[in-house]
C-alpha cells in the first residue's frame, strides 16, 4: 500500500509497505527494522516472531518510547509472554498487530507527534 500525505512530526516516514517490503524515507527494507520519528534502526535481527527475546527488544527501550508497535509479519500473532512482560515491567505501551497495520498505525501516531516506534517484522514467511 502506498501512503500519500505526509503529516510526520519526524525525520523518518513510512511510505510504502507489502508483505515483502517497507519503504522508509525512498530507500526499501526487505529486513526487520525499528522506527521511530528521529531513528531508524535497519536489519533488526528477529526474523521470527517465536524466537524474539528480551534482549532483541534493547534497542526499543534505549529509545524511551510511550508506545511501541510490534508488527508481527503478515498475519497478526500472539508474541510469546516474556515480550509482553518485558514492556509491561518497564511500563511502556505495547501493541501488536500484522506488520501492515503496524505501518499504518505508526503513520497516524506520528503525525500526532507521539513518541511512537515501530518494531517490524518483515520476513513472515519464517513466521
Known amino acids: 500500500m502506498h501512503l500519500e500525505e505526509d503529516k510526520s512530526q519526524g525525520e523518518y516516514l513510512i511510505q510504502r509497505y507489502d508483505a515483502n517490503s517497507v519503504t522508509v524515507n525512498d530507500t526499501i527494507h526487505r529486513h526487520s527494522l525499528i522506527i521511530g520519528l528521529n531513528c531508524?534502526?535497519?536489519d533488526w535481527q528477529p526474523q521470527n516472531l517465536n524466537k524474539l527475546t528480551e534482549v532483541d527488544l534493547q534497542p526499543i527501550f534505549d529509545?524511551?518510547?510511550?508506545?511501541?508497535?510490534?508488527?508481527t509479519g503478515n498475519h497478526f500473532a500472539l508474541p510469546p509472554k516474556e515480550i509482553i512482560n518485558a514492556f509491561h515491567s518497564r511500563h511502556i505501551g505495547f501493541e501488536f498487530m500484522d506488520?501492515?497495520?503496524a505501518c499504518r498505525t505508526f503513520v497516524v501516531l506520528s503525525a500526532e507527534g507521539r513518541n511512537v516506534v515501530a518494531a517490524l517484522i518483515i520476513n513472515?514467511?519464517?513466521l
Open 124 to 126: 513472515p514467511s519464517k
Open 63 to 71: 529509545l524511551k518510547p510511550q508506545v511501541v508497535i510490534l508488527g
Open 99 to 101: 506488520t501492515r497495520a
Open 40 to 42: 531508524l534502526v535497519p
